[in-house]
Nanobody, 119 residues
């Protein structure tokens, strides 16, 4: 089965850039027709989709986060990464990477990683 694992610092300073990497095992990030997403859940709130990168490298961003969000991939390492700039304490959340398959939805998720933005 497919496994995803988030990695990156758990603490980021206010106004700096959050950077996380998702490593995918058991499935290629270039395989048709999957998309690879970053999703977050602030404490006490629901899941918030942020961005995905498609198997073909196409990217789509949440309008509310687009100005601060960047996604990239390294196909040789089967990884994709998130950068969120100008962070505030409101960006404190558990961050997940997940695979999306059309008609199915998010079929595989990473375990999530807690990121805290210092005030």
């Amino acid at each position: 089965q497919v496994q995803l694992q988030e990695s990156g610092p758990g603490l980021v300073k206010h106004s700096q850039t959050l950077s996380l990497t998702c490593t995918v095992f058991g499935g290629s990030i270039t395989a048709s027709h999957y998309a690879w997403s970053w999703i977050r859940q602030p404490p006490g709130k629901g899941l918030e989709w942020m961005v995905f990168i498609g198997y073909d490298g196409s990217t789509y961003y949440s309008p509310s986060l687009k100005s601060r969000t960047s996604i990239s991939r390294d196909t040789s390492k089967n990884q994709f990464s998130l950068q969120l700039s100008s962070v505030t304490p409101e960006d404190t959340a558990v961050y997940y990477c997940a695979r999306e398959f059309r008609t199915v939805g998010y079929d595989y998720w990473g375990q999530g990683t807690q990121v805290t933005v210092s005030s």
